[in-house]
């Protein structure tokens, strides 16, 4: 099995922007969940393993790696009554942790909703980390496909002056990666990543597929 918590205390802060489109201005009251996530790569390394979160700061958690028996269910959060949110034909909202926090009852727990956000790198890689997150509610917008798949949503176009405006769509694109990352010089993980454009300039990354399946 592999470790996916970590047992330090130390924490780090830091004020990075969420990489690709964020749901902060959208309400999804509709869930749906717990959900596994399993990751398919060519990599044996990382072949058929399942995400679970792993402490990389206060209130913040980083998808790692662990066996079927010892991964998080995710839940996902969309809005039925909103039309905006269909994208090509599929839902599209949240993926949602629910971090435990401890509590003096250890029958009273109270779980504390973390959004998966998307976050970008730096100027010198193409590799974006991605954190469960409750500081704030922005969310990357992330959705599943008919066979599961799990895709994330950008605006095409949205920063280049060549694409015309009524082409500046949302579209779904499936850039995961699995790669060695570090938050913020804090921990470091081998963890679900994703590629802006290109081949990743990390040499450590392997491409995965993230399906979605019952817990």
Known sequence: ?????????HATT???LPLLAVAQSQTYPDQTGPWLLKVSSPNPTDDGYYPAAGYVAAIT???????RGNAD????????????????????????YKLPL??????????LPSRWNIY?????SNVAVTVFSARSGEGSRIGFDAGN???AVDRYGEFDATVPYDQRVDKIFYQWYMCNTTWLGSYRYRTLAWV?????????CSPANVTRGSK
């Not at 958690?61 to 066996?67: A, G, R, S, Y």
């Not at 970008?120 to 010198?124: A, E, H, V």
Request: proline share 7%.
């Open 1 to 9: 099995m592999r470790e996916t918590r970590c047992m330090d205390t």
């Open 14 to 16: 830091g004020a990075l």
């Open 61 to 67: 958690e980083q998808p790692l790696l662990t066996t």
């Open 73 to 96: 269910g995710f839940f996902f959060n969309y809005s039925a009554s909103s039309p905006n949110t269909i994208i090509d034909g599929f839902q599209t909202g949240v993926i949602i």
């Open 102 to 111: 401890r509590q003096p009852d250890p029958f009273n727990r109270t779980d």
């Open 120 to 124: 970008g790198s730096g100027l010198s």
């Open 149 to 151: 798949k799990l895709f």
């Open 196 to 204: 802006v454009r290109g081949e990743p300039v990390n040499k450590s």
